[in-house]
């Protein structure tokens, strides 16, 4: 006689068990509840934040839960009580320009929050009493801010960085910006003299660790231990590289996302392409070797199972290095898409798309679920810290909230295997001309180096430069426009 297959209700019930009898505690309880697949299956709309009078570009939770803090194109910055919908406080960032991430700083009693933006400034505000808030200016990047990254614990420290390259620390008891460093291209890239940031990102394990990474296929990994305060070293040698086998070399693939685990793995969100989770030990080391660039006709969605692999077949052994884990499905080529991880243990990986849709995926790789979302793209997914509750944002005025309420388990639409990335392009808009001005002086400083050499054709580029402002003036590169159908992501 066979057995019955045990479902995720029986597994639920023996846990109660367990816990009743003393054999499982109450804290291993709550990580496997929290953690379930059944609860994710059953995430659904739970109610819509709306106040905000343009796309909200950020959205984040404080440590204890019950706000969530959101910044928009309109400049505004509000404090939620999502649970009811209400706003607790809203007010102006001081900002001139679209707020692009907004997060409150630990152990402050929710009145202490960090913003940065399109604008390029870095700017702190302070809750005072009875709802006044005071905000001020703290350092400022030439050309668009994208992220900021708190230290884990600290209610003093963060970092930023910009499309200038730079990437900045920030001690708010002194109001002293330190420019730590302008991330350097490994080899000349057209148009680049820098390489342009979209994200940044603290590991939890190791707060003296941080990533950058953008407008190239490399994240980069660098340690602050390493920076002399004197300025007596330069510090822009990243102690680690990440990038997939077969991104190397590919100019027209960029990075808009990055999250860390408890585990210090990097998850890492490319650009007309995929995600990929890195362990620690698959860097390239702090000077890997610049590979010939790669055709730009090469099928990436061909080459999305090979990285799973070993990288040497034909030298299989006991020391042959696996790649990263990869994630496919969604769409990330209109806008500047977070990424993150999803469960108490960080058992999922979370990530909007162009489409409108979620995908939420097993850390193993396996697409478990795609939720619709927003008519157009979606850009900010932020996991509660403690419960089964999801936030999203993107185009729309409004903010998403959701949570395992959904009486029948979703399943997974057709034909969802069958992506294939978009015709790659230069990942960068230039939205303004600002933007324009931007560019113009780095290439100009690239076509002045010493190695830049004597045959290089700088008035072809500049020309190609000039010409492409046209056809990129669309969209901001976090705001984007209705460009994606729904089945782009899944045809």
């Known amino acids: 006689m066979r057995k019955r297959a045990r479902t995720s209700l029986d597994t639920a019930v023996v846990d109660v068990w367990k816990r009743e009898v003393g054999e499982l505690s109450t804290r291993n309880f709550a990580h496997r509840l929290v953690a379930s697949e059944d609860l994710v299956l059953r995430l659904d709309i739970f109610g819509k934040l709306e106040q905000h009078r343009g796309c909200v570009n950020t959205v984040s939770f404080n440590a204890d839960g019950n706000i969530l803090l959101s910044g928009s194109d309109d400049r505004r910055v509000i404090l939620w009580d999502w649970e009811i919908g209400k706003v607790k406080l809203s007010f102006h960032s001081g900002h001139h320009n679209n707020v692009f991430q907004a997060k409150i700083m630990p152990y402050t009693e929710d009145r202490s929050i960090v913003t940065c933006a399109a604008d390029g400034q870095v700017r702190h505000a302070q809750i005072l009493e009875r709802g006044k808030v005071e905000t001020k200016f703290l350092a400022k990047h030439r050309g668009r801010a994208h992220k900021l990254a708190v230290e884990p614990g600290s209610p003093h420290i963060f970092y930023t960085c910009g499309e200038d390259g730079l990437v900045q620390h920030i001690d708010l008891r002194t109001g002293v910006a330190t420019e730590l460093f302008t991330c350097q291209p490994i080899r000349k890239r057209r148009f680049m003299s820098v390489v342009y940031l979209n994200a940044i990102a603290i590991d939890p394990r190791n707060p003296n660790l941080f990533s950058v990474a953008g407008a190239d296929e490399f994240a980069r990994l660098f340690d602050i231990r390493k920076y002399k305060w004197d300025g007596s ?62 055709s730009s006709s090469s099928d990436a969605t061909e080459m999305g199972n090979d990285h799973q692999k070993v990288s040497s077949p034909e030298h299989m052994d006991a020391d042959a290095v696996v790649g990263p884990q ?70 729309e005025n409004d903010i998403k909230l959701w949570t395992p309420k959904a009486i029948e388990k979703a399943t997974l639409p057709a034909n969802i295997e069958k992506l294939r990335p978009k015709t790659r392009r230069w990942m960068y808009h230039l939205a303004s001309p600002e933007d324009l001005m931007l560019q113009l002086i780095s290439l100009q400083r690239w076509r002045t180096s010493p190695e830049r050499g004597e045959n290089s054709d700088g008035g072809r580029e500049l020309l190609q430069l000039v010409l492409s402002f046209n056809g990129n003036t669309d969209g901001s590169s976090d705001d984007g426009g209705d460009t994606t159908n729904a089945e782009d992501c899944l045809n």
Request: charged share 20%.
């Open 326 to 395: 990869v994630f496919k499905g969604h769409r990330n080529c209109e806008t500047v898409k977070g990424v993150n991880f999803f469960g108490p243990k960080f058992e999922y990986v979370v990530s909007g798309s162009d489409c409108g849709r979620i995908f939420i995926w097993k850390k193993g790789g396996e697409l478990i679920r795609v939720m619709e979302a927003d008519k157009h793209v979606v850009n900010c997914i932020e996991p509660h810290p403690h419960t089964v509750v999801l936030a999203s944002s993107g185009i």
């Open 233 to 294: 070293t330069d510090f822009g040698q990243p102690v680690d590289f990440f990038c997939p086998t077969h991104l190397r070399g590919d100019e027209h693939v960029g990075i808009t996302g990055l999250a860390f685990s408890d585990l210090s793995e990097l998850l890492v969100s490319y650009s007309d392409e995929f995600i990929y989770l890195f362990s620690k030990d698959m860097g390239l080391g702090p000077q890997p070797v610049p590979p010939s660039p790669v």
